[in-house]
């Protein structure tokens, strides 16, 4: 909410230099009465990176309410370069068809339409997605092999007296 704020705000003060704006014109080829990808509101647009981060915690957080058996697992060391690349061609498929409303949606839309739909819905479900059901479908599809780790008394030292 806070990049919605500053652009707000940064809109309604700062008038750009008719200079800046000619020579964004002659240099750059783009349109400046149409293309919002320029200035203040390509910061704006930008805002959907730093998102990531929150859906990737949202995603977290939901791995552990929905497979809390994921929880006591330790993923064994072993390398196997086949499991390796079907982990990240699930992430891929998952992740691609979100990616792309970053290139289908064109920056001459409406804002709103172009910060919630191009930016920050699609960081938000690919931050989910990566962190938490492609997790299920490692497991799933058997390309992480886990033992489970069971604790013994010895291991855990509790002092009663205290």
């Not at 008038?15 to 014109?25: A, Q």
């Not at 293309?35 to 390509?42: E, Q, R």
């Not at 929905?66 to 390796?84: A, D, G, V």
Request: glycine share 4%.
């Amino acid at each position: 909410m806070s990049e919605v704020a500053t652009f707000l705000i940064v809109d309604a003060v700062f008038t750009p230099d008719p200079v800046w704006l000619k020579r964004i014109n002659k240099d750059c080829n783009i349109d400046i009465t149409k293309d919002k990808n320029i200035l203040n509101y390509k910061s704006l647009m930008q805002s959907g990176v730093p998102i990531f981060t929150y859906g990737a915690y949202i995603g977290i957080l939901l791995q552990r309410k929905t497979f809390p058996t994921l929880l006591s697992l330790r993923i064994k060391s072993r390398l196997n370069i086949w499991k390796f690349l079907g982990r990240l061609l699930i992430v891929a498929i998952l992740v691609i068809p979100f990616g792309l409303l970053l290139l289908l949606i064109h920056t001459t839309a409406n804002l709103a339409l172009l910060v919630l739909l191009k930016y920050l819905f699609p960081a938000v479900v690919i931050g989910l997605l990566m962190f938490w059901f492609s997790s299920y479908l490692w497991f799933r599809f058997k390309l992480i092999e886990a033992e489970t780790e069971t604790i013994s008394s010895e291991m855990v030292d509790i002092d009663i007296k205290k």
